[in-house]
């Protein structure tokens, strides 16, 4: 029996499937293709950072370098 439990709150389906599909190690390519769509949408959606300044911080110097390439096309 597990010692701990992990209690995740979701908003939506999308947030649902996504955290579960990343828990249960599934391989996104073999959900079906409506699912597929799904975690794509959500993935690709900014909506929380329009109009919006981030801060992010890291204790690790490297993540400087590696950020701003993830970044590309973001604004």
Known sequence: MARSVVVKGVE???????????????VVADLPPEKQRMLERLHSSDEDLVNRTALLVDDDARNIFACPACWNGAG
């Open 12 to 26: 939506s389906p999308e947030r649902l499937l996504d955290e579960t599909a990343l828990f249960l190690h599934r």
